[in-house]
């Protein structure tokens, strides 16, 4: 796909949640695909390989999450895998912080190339298990909002992200269509890790017929210092 299609495709999908992107937000979110597919040959990174997909169901399902980010806001990005949601939103939104958390460093090597090859300078990455960067006095309780996308399911998501969140502000959760078991599952964790949900949001990815939905979750009181647990145990045996 050359730069103007690609252009002309994304702003138009964009225009849906009342974004504007620019030509060198395009060219930069252009860059990002075609790196991201380049990596893919070396590394596995994402099954969707199909340009307009890229566009879809990466980048457009990305920036769905800008509405709820505040101005200068600090946002980790849990578990980010090749960069969704946070670099997304990095490129579109040069007011905000993004951290990009991953476990895995092969991972961490193409976000670095990424964010190097589109001069991204409001983005820094950080490389381990979520549980253990969590409990680092630099990360713990300091940033405005943690994301995360396809990651785990929700009463195990929130031990990995609540604990980077400081009281008052945001878990954004991204989730497909059917929630309503995670929710009822996620009780007690939200009870004992600090959280509470504020809101969903269902909607459908323009043209298409792919149901997403966002659980906004604020943090109303500090996660107790034991929580995340040690490397591996939320996803054993997640609070219940």
């Known amino acids: ?8 495709k994304f702003k138009d999908l ?4 009342q974004l504007d992107i620019s030509d060198k937000e395009a060219l930069q979110f ?30 457009v399902d990305s920036l769905t999450i800008n509405k709820y980010i505040k101005e ?3 946002i980790v990005d849990v578990g ?22 991953d476990s895995l460093n092969k991972r961490i090597l193409f976000l670095d190339n990424v964010c190097d090859e589109l001069e991204l300078n ?13 409990q680092d006095k630099e990360y713990r309780e300091q940033f405005d909002y943690a994301t995360s996308r396809a990651v785990a399911s929700l009463n195990i998501l ?11 502000g945001y878990c954004i959760c991204m989730k497909g269509s059917n929630i309503s078991d995670e929710i009822k599952a996620s009780k007690k964790a939200l009870e004992v890790l600090g959280g509470v949900i504020e809101k969903i949001d269902e909607f459908q990815l323009p043209n298409s017929d792919i149901t997403r939905n966002i659980i906004l979750i604020k943090k109303i009181k500090n996660t107790p210092n034991k929580f995340p647990r040690k490397a591996g145990t939320p996803s054993k045996d997640p609070i219940q």
Do not use: C, Q
């Open 1 to 8: 796909m050359e730069l103007n299609e690609f252009s002309a």
């Open 14 to 17: 964009v225009k849906t949640y």
């Open 30 to 59: 252009f860059k990002y695909m075609n790196l991201l597919l380049d990596w893919n040959n070396k590394i596995n990174l994402t099954a969707i390989t199909e340009p307009n997909e890229v566009i879809l169901k990466h980048f």
């Open 72 to 74: 200068n806001s600090k």
């Open 80 to 101: 980010t895998g090749a960069g969704f949601p946070g670099l997304p939103v990095a490129i579109l939104r040069d007011d905000v912080r993004v951290l990009l958390e």
């Open 122 to 134: 409001n983005v820094k990455t950080r490389h381990g298990r979520a549980e253990e960067v969590a």
């Open 158 to 168: 929130l031990e990995y992200m609540l604990p980077f969140v400081k009281v008052g």
